[in-house]
């Protein structure tokens, strides 16, 4: 059975739900509608009772290469704040059942915070993770650098978040981001299989055990998302990002000045 959405597929396969990422023609960048058209079906499925685990992916060359950089590049701190769209985000975050990643070729940016929102990662072995943001002048916004420091500890999250540079599945499976790497053709069925595994386990376990494991690493989380997003709307009142941006869209090498 599948949704008519712009931005996404989703269908139920016995009881496990997908949400496909279907942008392919822009390697699935992440604009606002498309956030709110994720979690709204994260949402409905969340209360679906045919429904046991979900899982997300995405169509094509990536699983998402991060915010949609034409729809962001124009963006004020104050459009930000107005639009508010890290409120449908912090939704993710009260989904009770299990969440699968099932990622292909690039998690980047807002792509890869929408990993780290998910329960369980796996990953095709020529995925690339990374934060770019610095590259075009901002930072993460969506939960990046509270949720990958959580995940590999303070020194290597820094030399990631600074370099931007992409990190290959091996190195991200090496440092914890990911559960486990599959050869690309065969991501999808080894995902579904192991959400079929995890499907037939006792609902309310799989729930009250999300919830404190949640505890474990979320308590004081809160606090860094709201001076992550103070400083990423800060940085969208600076020269460099009119210019890393717009490098982007011209296809062109940035030129920073501290600005
Ligand atoms: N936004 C908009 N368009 C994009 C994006 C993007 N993030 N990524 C790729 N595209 C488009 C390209 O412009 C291109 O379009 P066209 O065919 O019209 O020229 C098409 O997708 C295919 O991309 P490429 O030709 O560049 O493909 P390559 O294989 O050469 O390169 C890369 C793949 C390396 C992934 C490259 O596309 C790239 O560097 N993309 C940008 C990655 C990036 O900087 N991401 C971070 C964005 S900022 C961010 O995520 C901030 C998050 C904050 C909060 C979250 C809110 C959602």
């Given at each position: ?99 699968i990643a099932s990622v292909n070729g ?73 559960n486990r790497l599959i050869a690309p ?75």
């Open positions: 059975m599948s949704n008519a959405h712009q931005f996404i597929e989703s269908w139920i396969e016995d009881s496990i739900a997908v949400i496909q990422l279907n942008r392919p023609e822009v390697l699935n960048a992440l604009n606002r509608e498309m956030v709110e058209e994720i979690v709204e079906t994260l949402e409905g499925y969340d209360k679906d009772d045919r429904v046991r685990v979900i899982v997300l992916t995405g169509n094509g060359r990536a699983f998402a290469a991060g915010a949609d950089i034409d729809e962001m590049s124009a963006d004020t701190p104050i459009t930000m704040d107005s639009i508010n769209q890290f409120a449908t985000w912090d939704r993710i975050a009260l989904i009770r059942k299990p969440i690039f998690a980047l940016g807002g792509g890869f915070e929408l990993v780290l929102n998910c329960d369980i990662i796996f990953a095709d072995e020529n995925t690339q993770f990374g934060f770019p943001e610095v590259n075009l002048g901002v930072m993460p916004g969506a939960g990046g650098t509270q949720r990958l420091t959580k995940v590999m500890g303070k020194a290597k999250a820094l030399e990631w978040l600074w370099l931007g540079e992409s990190m290959t599945a091996l190195e991200a499976y090496k440092n914890g981001v990911v053709e065969v991501l999808f069925e080894e995902t579904m299989k192991f959400a079929s595994k995890i499907a037939k386990q006792p609902p309310l376990s799989l729930r009250f055990i999300k919830e404190a494991v949640n505890k474990a690493v979320d308590s004081p989380l809160v606090d860094g998302l709201q001076l992550e997003r103070k400083n990423f709307y800060l940085l969208f009142d600076s020269e460099d990002q009119t210019e890393g941006m717009q490098a982007f869209i011209e296809k062109r090498k940035p030129n920073f000045k501290g600005k």
